[in-house]
């Protein structure tokens, strides 16, 4: 069955870099569409990245310009490069995959942005 686990998370100062990774397994990796959510402190899990194809994703605006899904097929890895982080980028973030009506989360890693 469908397994997604995140890692890459930690902290990090204001300004600085993650790569967060997810590795998938027990499916396709080809055939699904994978997401990237976080959930800040006392917020709603929020949508960040989506990678539609390996030249097609979308970003929300809070993120667009500084961060970048990314996949490997040979890995069965989803990526998301985040760069010039910010506190308000705080939070767990959680892998998404989806293949027609379903869908299976990873369970999360933590990102701390300090000032």
């Known amino acids: 069955q469908a397994q997604l686990v995140e890692s890459g998370g930690g902290l990090v100062q204001a300004g600085g870099s993650l790569r967060l990774s997810c590795a998938v397994s027990g499916i396709d990796f080809r055939v699904l569409i994978m997401g990237w959510y976080r959930q800040h402190p006392g917020k709603q899990r929020e949508f960040v990245a989506q990678?539609?194809?390996?030249?097609?994703?979308n970003y929300a605006d809070s993120v667009k310009g500084r961060f970048t899904i990314s996949r490997d097929n040979a890995k069965k890895t989803v990526y998301l490069q985040m760069n010039n982080l910010t506190p308000e980028d705080t939070g767990v973030y959680y892998c998404?995959?989806?293949?027609?009506?379903?869908?299976?989360w990873g369970q999360g890693t933590q990102v701390t942005v300090s000032s």
């Open positions: 998404k995959a989806t293949w027609g009506t379903s869908d299976k």
């Open positions: 990678s539609i194809s390996s030249h097609r994703s």
